[in-house]
């Protein structure tokens, strides 16, 4: 964004240590977060049911389960233990490894270990590093997608305020922010892929073709960008319009500044700060699951590995996710509040 | 998913009670006119917000009066018609889903329970867990912004961590493992009505962070004004001041957010009833339509575009109605 030097300088960081102070210190808030974030989980899904009355060592082995077989899953997977202690076999386990025993039935479960799912019988490492590419792909692909459009149009809309192409975008903009994905995903997929027969809609892993891989994630990200799109076309345009009628616009326009550096260089830079805020989050949010676009298009990913996990109470999935969740979302943030600074000469990291 | 809010607006959206304030002052030399006559003179104006107005409120009547219209039109959402469905593929017989004067919007797929009667009947649950989690998000996001404005200090930072620690939660998955952990039946309910005041508190609590910033930021910058200070030295204690002069005063901010609160949390019903954990069958809501619909997206369009045209109509409607309201309390909007 222009050439102007964008770090650097007296007034924008206060030296490499400070930054990297600032940095030691928000990595130590997020790791506080995560904590939390496992304890919460973890009292989500065993405080309640035991506040309800329900036995999760019985729904873990089956509907007939004999009193010896609940308890051996109950000491296998150290489920009487205190909630502390279980949250510390966990953190260790990640980095240790962990061994689950219970009389002579052992499981290893190799560092790093997020745990053992009972359903599945299988490590749930594995299933992360399965599912996290599908899902990085299509939030990835999809953002780049909704932050040109809707960015673009958002601008569009500002400048040409009242007009009918601003008119236009900003109905398109509404609609878009009311249509669920979960709608607009099964008419793409009624129109493109079964009536029109363009794309197949099947998810192909990048691995085995790209073309295929192209076909399968084209309807997900252009669905997902959509809604997206439409949210930041409108904050862009209402922010835009803030600031172009701010005084530090008016000054660059008297000192005679061509309309496009006004605009590209001088507004653009503040219109771009709340952008950034929300697509931390957004980014965050999606990289952890995007929950509602992966069922409606059968996407492998964490997000429908974490559905069909909470529907089954398969604790150490949803442990697992929720941990990438968090800190996707968490990572994202941090980034972004770097990225202010670059942006924006004003912000200090401290 | 980030509440498409506007913080610019809605934090300047308060000096509108200023000028209407110096307005009826000078009552005597200009016809003095209230915030809320300036907003509705504006809003009168918005011919879109008035449309997304009419049709909230229709959509109010509708779902109040369910029953009473599935009556009158004749059909009840949870019989069966299985005379209507082809054997073979289990979608209706005939064209469009199985459309008919009897049917308006035809019949499910398989048991050919009327799709219109279940519309009626999806209403109300996505008025119902809407309007009721965006009221439960602005008590808890008005009582605690407020504290947290107002006392400051560890107050403000206990809340305010909170607040930062829940925005940052991974929230569309906590709303589902909360939900789906909830025990059938508690507190003398059962059934959807568990799910329903279970989606309700849920949602109600992630979403007051969004109010709380807000609140508590308005509230900082107005415990130091003059009108603050004059009912202090008049010996007015905390809380006279707080929700006597401090909540008048931040009305307008809360409003707005509330309008734009409520097509969030039908959203979020609905998206909790696609996905499985929202209400249980035989009770019809929208999302839980779209779910079963996703099976027979080829064979039976119709009976996905009737409950999605549902959601988006009235996720419109809120939208308009609310960018109209949020506009209207705008002091800098043009009168």
């Not at chain 1, 053992?116 to 692909?141: C, H, I, K, N």
């Not at chain 1, 590995?305 to 996707?328: F, M, R, W």
């Not at chain 2, 300036?38 to 229709?58: H, T």
């Amino acid at each position: 964004m222009g050439h102007r030097k964008t770090s650097g300088g007296p007034r924008s960081c206060g030296g490499p240590l400070a930054v990297l102070a600032y940095l030691i210190r928000r990595l130590f808030a997020a790791a506080v977060m995560l904590v939390v974030i496992i304890l919460v989980v973890f009292c989500i899904f065993f405080l309640v049911p035991k506040w309800a009355g329900v036995d999760i060592a019985s729904s873990f082995v089956g509907k007939q389960a004999d009193p010896a077989s609940v308890a051996a899953v109950r000491e296998k997977l150290g489920l009487s233990d205190p909630i502390f202690v279980q949250v510390w076999h966990f953190f260790k386990g990640i980095f240790v490894g962990r061994t689950y025993a219970a009389g002579g039935d052992v499981t290893h479960c190799a560092a790093p270990c997020f745990g053992y799912s009972f359903r599945t019988e299988q490590d749930v490492w594995p299933v992360l590093t399965d599912r996290f590419p599908v899902t990085l792909g299509l939030a990835l692909g999809a953002a780049v997608l909704w932050l040109v459009f809707g960015v673009a149009a958002g601008v569009l809309s500002a400048l040409k305020r009242g007009s009918l192409w601003d008119r236009g975008a900003m109905v398109i903009a509404l609609s878009g922010v009311s249509l669920p994905i979960y709608f607009t995903g099964l008419l793409s997929l009624a129109i493109f892929s079964y009536g029109l027969g363009w794309i197949d809609g099947k998810y192909v892993p990048l691995t085995d073709s790209f073309s295929g891989w192209l076909g399968g994630m084209i309807l997900p990200w252009v669905t997902l960008a959509f809604l997206y799109a439409a949210m930041y076309a409108r904050i862009t345009r209402a922010t835009m319009l803030e600031i172009l009628g701010e005084d530090y616009i008016r000054t660059a326009r008297a000192k005679g500044l061509k309309e496009q550096v006004v605009i590209g260089k001088h507004a653009m830079r503040s219109t771009m700060t709340p952008i950034l805020t929300m697509l931390g989050m957004d980014l965050g949010a999606l990289i952890g699951g995007a929950i509602l676009t992966e069922t409606t298009f059968s996407l492998p990913g964490l997000g429908q590995a974490v559905l069909n996990a909470i529907k089954t109470q398969d604790l150490p999935i949803i442990l697992g996710v929720t941990l990438i969740t968090s800190l996707a979302v968490l990572i994202a943030n941090l980034v972004v509040d770097v990225l202010y600074a670059v942006i924006d000469p004003r912000v200090r990291l401290t | 998913m980030t509440a498409p809010l506007h913080e610019p607006t809605a934090e300047a959206a308060p000096s509108a009670a200023e000028e209407a304030a110096v307005a009826s002052a000078d009552a005597k030399a200009v016809q003095g006119r209230s915030l809320g006559r300036i907003a509705w003179e504006r809003l009168k104006r918005d011919k879109l917000a008035l449309a997304g107005g009419i049709i909230v409120l229709l959509l109010i009547v509708v779902a109040v009066f369910a029953p009473l219209i599935a009556s009158l039109y004749g059909q009840d959402p949870d019989a069966y018609h299985e005379s209507l469905i082809d054997p073979l593929f289990s979608t209706p017989k005939g064209s469009l889903g199985g459309v008919s004067g009897t049917h308006w919007l035809g019949v499910e797929p398989v048991n050919g329970r009327d799709i219109f009667a279940r519309i009626l009947y999806g209403a109300r649950i996505s008025l119902l867990v809407g309007f009721l989690s965006a009221i439960v998000a602005v008590v808890l996001g008005t009582v605690l912004g407020i504290l947290a404005g107002f006392f400051g200090g560890w107050v403000d930072s206990i809340i305010s961590r909170v607040m930062d620690g829940l925005l940052a939660f991974p929230q569309l998955l906590f709303i589902i493992a909360l939900v789906s952990v909830m025990p059938d039946e508690m507190l003398g309910l059962n059934g959807s009505s568990v799910r329903v005041f279970v989606m309700i508190l849920v949602i109600g609590f992630f979403g007051w962070p969004y109010i709380g910033r807000v609140v508590r930021g308005q509230t900082l910058s107005m415990r130091e004004r003059e009108y603050v200070e004059a009912a202090r030295s008049l010996g007015a204690g905390r809380f006279y001041i707080l929700f006597k002069e401090l909540l008048p005063n931040l009305v307008a901010p809360i409003i707005v957010y509330t309008t734009m609160m409520i097509p969030t949390n039908i959203l979020t019903e609905a998206a909790l009833s696609f996905l499985g954990v929202g209400v249980k069958p035989p009770t019809s809501s929208w999302g839980q339509m779209l779910s079963t619909a996703i099976d027979y997206y080829d064979s039976d369009p119709m009976y996905m575009i009737v409950p999605g045209v549902a959601i988006f109509i009235t996720v419109l409607a809120f939208n308009l109605f609310g960018d109209g309201v949020r506009d209207a309390l705008d002091p800098k909007g043009s009168r």
